[in-house]
């Protein structure tokens, strides 16, 4: 099951992994100056004498822990390298991923901008069909009074009918007056 660590908790790992890593190195040598002791002891003090068979197991079990701790350091030392790839890899995400946080941004801070600038040029077209239009609608509205106007003046030059004049008090009536 692999788990995803944040940067801190790798971080941590790995300091960890070096300080087990630096104690084991401190055993290590440790270890190899008790095995110095142990063969320049033996040699100085008997070279011709064969060592005895407890001093051998103890050198050989002296060997099997240097062996086993050596095992542990490239273990940690290859534990480590791989945190430390993981760790740049993580790095390298984030600042990627921080990167395009920041363009978006940048982006959704420029949109009102950019709507208003789309809205404008989109209406600029509308406000010259409205200015046509209402410059269409006045002079159909001009001609509309004119005619109107004419009409007017012409039905008030046929409406005027020819009425009969009536002779006045005291003159005689004939029936040529009424238009007959």
């Known amino acids: 099951m692999t788990q995803l660590m944040t940067v801190s908790e790798l971080q941590a790992e790995v300091a960890h992994l070096r300080d087990e890593l630096q104690m084991r190195d401190q055993l290590v ?38 062996q086993g701790v050596e095992q542990q350091v490239n273990f940690y030392q290859e534990q480590i390298s791989s945190k430390d790839t993981e760790i ?3 790095r ?24 208003r600038q789309k809205y404008n040029e989109r209406l600029i077209p509308i406000k010259e069909k409205v200015a046509i239009i209402q410059a269409e609608n006045q002079r159909l509205h001009a001609e509309l009074q004119s005619v109107s106007y004419r009409l007017a003046v012409r039905t008030r030059k046929v409406t005027q009918i020819d009425l009969p004049s009536f002779p006045r008090a005291g003159q005689p009536v004939s029936v040529s007056s009424f238009g007959v």
């Open 29 to 66: 040598q440790q270890l190899s100056q008790e095995l110095f002791r142990l063969v320049k002891g033996n040699a100085a003090a008997a070279p011709s004498v064969e060592l005895s068979e407890r001093h051998l197991n103890e050198l050989g079990v002296l060997r099997e822990q240097l």
């Open 88 to 90: 740049y890899q993580l």
């Open 92 to 115: 390298q995400s984030m600042q990627e991923l921080s990167d395009r946080s920041q363009m978006l941004e940048n982006v959704v801070q420029e949109l009102p901008q950019v709507y």
